[in-house]
């Protein structure tokens, strides 16, 4: 099957630094990228799609400048957490859509994210 | 390489029906396994299970964890339209010293038709 990879894995940081988080689909070109948060014992709250080439689109309530997106290529999406505060502490779950997954999203293993 | 599986892919079935979804997993340092339901967007957390043998209810959905033969079925009772999803299943593993991951299975699509 389609394999989605995020990097890093786990990541710690100071208050008011920025963490660059990436998901890449290893086998497939991902024409849409979704960027999710999930909190314990929680639903993944959708956070934006990305889309190869042109700008994300968040939704309600996703800042989008402090939730920075981009969708360079066709394998790779990065999300940069801009000025992280310890609220933004979660675990960051990537899923990309494309060939030859067609409708199936695939998940990327999660980044979890300690802001100190 | 930790892997999740799902079975079966695809299920078509009528209104009223029960429904058995299967999750097999081969993981290092199991921690949990759950259930989400995905209709349009986000995933939506329907269970998670840590310890085996112990039934998790919630409505007509049900889900049980065997560690032993490293499996979860998630059972829906008298299906309605509405359970018609992509139903996830995904395990965490991971030690607490290097962070956590989450395998996520290919999904069930269920068809519940009128």
Redesign the interface.
């Known amino acids: 099957?389609a394999v989605v990879s995020q990097h890093p894995?786990?990541v710690i940081c100071k208050s008011g630094t920025s963490v660059k988080i990436e998901c890449r689909s290893l086998d497939f070109q991902a024409t849409t990228m979704?960027w999710?948060r999930q909190f314990p014992?929680?639903?993944?709250?959708?956070m934006a799609t990305s889309n190869e080439g042109s700008k994300a689109t968040y939704e309600q309530g996703v800042e989008k400048d402090k939730f920075l997106i981009n969708h360079a290529s066709l394998t790779l999406s990065t999300l940069t957490v801009t000025s992280a505060h310890p609220e933004d502490s979660s675990?960051y779950?990537c899923s990309a859509l494309g060939q030859p997954s067609g409708d199936?999203?695939?998940?990327g293993?999660?980044t979890?994210l300690t802001v100190l | 390489e930790d892997k999740v599986v799902q079975s079966p892919l695809s299920l078509v079935v009528h209104e009223g029906d029960t429904v058995t979804l299967n999750c097999s997993y081969e993981v290092t340092n199991f921690r949990s396994l759950l259930w989400y339901k995905q209709e349009k967007k986000a995933p939506t957390f329907l269970f998670m299970l840590t310890s085996s043998g112990i039934e998790k209810k919630s409505g007509r959905l049900s889900s049980i964890l065997d560690k032993k033969e490293l499996f979860s079925i998630l059972n829906i009772t008298a299906t309605q339209t509405g359970d018609s999803a992509v139903y996830l299943c995904a395990v965490e593993a991971g030690l607490t010293t290097s962070g956590s991951r989450l395998t996520f299975g290919e999904g069930t699509q269920l068809t519940v038709n009128p």
């Open positions: 099957g894995s786990w979704f999710y014992k929680q639903s993944l709250m959708l675990f779950i199936t999203q695939y998940f293993p999660g979890r």
